[in-house]
Structure formats: structure tokens, C-alpha cells
């Protein structure tokens, strides 16, 4: 196992590895900027270090800087957590370059997938349903009218660059394509460096469902079934949960090798995530796969009992994995909501401040991941989100009444959250009866 592990990350994701690394005897150091210098993660870790101001771009984005404190401090590897570095395809190679593990995936799996044309390939290769649409990237025009007509309307115009519904453009009609395809091309080019783009037929109020997988250099790889992550505003997810409450068990089993097929096809290493959406019919279509540990892998920790951030640090380390499929199971459901400081009344405007009174919920059931404190400053620099709360109960309508008590125990002042979105959300009639799908925050708030 590694000796001395560099977080490259701030926030509740830091703390979230710095815990994992404590428990497994890793020493840690944290990286911070100067806004930083007083957050909660520091403590926990066995150095620190400051990268620079504010400004993501000179301290949590700057290679040059971490690399060097890397160097400084003597780690063996790099852990990116998830946003800033953690999909830069250059970092990874310049952390192999100065001899730092980079605690992700290799650099060639992270090209195929993080190339939404080239992930549909392999997809295509691994014969997993993926939307039908272009073979590849489309050129011009002409071609994606063509095409259009020939799949049907509506259809979904993406970036090969994108992810998270970035340089995406729904389409009904000829007109609308044509004035589309070359904003599309523009806006991906400026967004991502990189204006290629292609055609999907648009499934109309679809799920998301994505499944956890963690692959070793030696060619095993075991999922951990699936998370549904609907709840959605603007591409922003609010609620995930596990499993997914519409998935009969034969549906979930080849959805789960499907994944499989995709990490094995990509020769993946260490933690991945494959997404798909699931239609009115329950048929699933891969979608895209993320390279990194996402926001709500807690969800799946809570049904598995298994501890991700460990996984990937043992994986990287060049440990074995010495279970099998039949080793891992589920038991009962998870729901995680993400607490951001933002006003619900206020069309999700930012609210940073000063947090001068801090409860926190707990009791039977109750995980919080966050990083916040009484006294910390939320600050408008980084993203908004103060805290996850995540619950585990027998049944659906446990662990919504679990969620509901937690929600309700939590005071954080003076800060606007998004906890009443929440309460909102977990209490309507259509979610508590399941009839959910990615629409679904849009139409009913
Ligand atoms: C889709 C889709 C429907 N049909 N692709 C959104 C983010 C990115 N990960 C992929 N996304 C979608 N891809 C096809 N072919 C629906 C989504 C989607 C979505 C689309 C519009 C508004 C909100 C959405 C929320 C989740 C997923």
C-alpha cells in the first residue's frame, strides 16, 4: 500500500479520502488555497499545503502547482477526487511522467471513454444497446439532416467533448436542426476546445440510471449495481438513490454486465461509473461513462457496505482484487440528497456567509459527508455544495422517512440551503410513488 497519499482536492471530497487514507494507515497531505486555510480537511490531514489564491485556475486547476507539492512533500500518489483534475486527461499523464501515481484510471481509458463518439464505439464493440444515432462524428449539415430523417424526430444533438449536458441541443424538426447544428458546433468548440459533435435519437422522459464498477490491472472487474439519479435540475443532480426502484432483478443483472462489458472492452483500471438512460419501456442505452469517483458514490457504499475510496486506493496501489461478482450484494435502499448553499426561494440563487449555527442530523440510518463547520465562510468561488446527506433504511418508504427526520434535524444558519427543494421533492405524491424521470424537478417546481 502506499505510504504518503497528495489529495488534489478541497471540500467534503477531500475529507472524504483523508478519512479513507487514516483508516488504511496512508499518511496525507492536503493541498489548499488561501481562501481555504481554515477548512475542516486540513486537520485530518498530516501536512498541507497552500497552492495559491482563490481563483480555481492558479490552485486547484494549477498542474505545475501540485505536481510540485508532490514533490515537496515526497507522495507516492495523487488522489483528484472528482470535478478539477480528476478527468484531465493531461494531468494524468504528467503525474505518470514524474513518476506519482495517479489514483484513476490509465490514460488510454481515459481518452476511449472520455470521448463520447469513441465511448459510443465501444460501446457498439462490446455489444451494449447504446441510442441509435451517427456512427460517428458528424460533419456537417446536410449529414445530420439526413440522418435525423432517417432516425426520426425528436433527436439530441451533443458534444463528443461533453458531459453533464454541456453543448447539448434537443431538436424537433428540420428548421430546428438546421439552426442548431453549427450553435452546437460553436458552442462545443468554445466550451471544450473541440467543436466535434453527434447525433442521438432524444428519449423522451427517460431515467438516468449509472452503475458503480471498480476494475484491477489484472482484468477483474465487479460492479456494485446501479444508482438512479432522475432527480435533476439543470443538469444538476439534487436526490440519487440505489437501487433503482423501477429495475426487476433479470433487467438489473444485464444492465450491470453491460457495464462490465464496457470497463473490460476500455481495458478500465480502478473506479468507474457507466451511464445510461433507461426508456418508458425499461430498455436501457448506454449514454456515456465517467472516469473518476462521483459526488454520490456514498449511495452506493450504504447498500454494499462496501468503502469506494478504499477500493480505489488499493486498486491503484496494485492490490488484487480477490472477490468475486457473488461477493458483493445490496441490502435494502439508499437516498442521498445534496444540500448546496443556494435559495430555493430564490430561483437557486447562490447565498454565501458566514455559518454562525450549525446542528447536524445523525441517528439510525444517517451518514453526513460535508465539511462545513460553525464558523467556516461559504464562500462564492467553489461550487455550492455544503454537504451530502445520505440515509439507509429496509425499504423505499423507510429510507424516505429517514431522509424526511434528518432533513428536518439539520439548522444551518445564516446560509439559504437547498434542503426545502428537498423536502419538497421527497414528499411529492409522484416521487413516493416512483413515476419519476429526469423531467420531473422542470414540471412539478
Ligand atoms: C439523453 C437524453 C435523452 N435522449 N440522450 C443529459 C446529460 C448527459 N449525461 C446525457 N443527458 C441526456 N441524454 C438521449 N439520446 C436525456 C438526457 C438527460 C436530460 C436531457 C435534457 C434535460 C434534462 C436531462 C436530464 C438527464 C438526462
Redesign the pocket.
Known sequence: MFSKVLIANRGEIALRIIRACNELGIKTVAVYSEPDKDASYIQFADEAICIGPADCTKSYLNIAGIISAAEVADVEAIHPGYGFLAENINFAQICRDCGLKFIGPPVKAMQLLGDKVSARKLAKKAKVPI?P?SDGIIEDESEALKLADKIGYP??I?AAA????RG?R?VHNDTGLRSAFNAACAEAKAAFGNGSVYL?????E?R?VEVQVIADKYGNALHFYERD??I?R??QKMIEESPCPVLDERTREKLCEAALRIIKEAKYVNAATV?F?LDRDKKF?F??ANTRIQVEHPVTEMVTSHDLIKWQLRIAAGQKIKLSQKDISHTGVAIECRINAEDPANNFAPSPGTITRLILPGGPGVRVDTHIYQGWTVSTSYDSMIAKIIVHGKTRADAIAIMKRALSEFVVEPVKTTIPACLDILSHSLFVKNKID??FV?RNF
Open positions: 441510442v444515432g433527436v439530441i451533443k461533453g458531459g453533464g449536458g447539448m434537443l442521438e435519437k432524444f428519449i423522451v427517460p438516468h439519479c432522475s435533476q439543470r443538469h451511464e438512460i442505452y449514454i456515456e429526469t423531467g422542470e
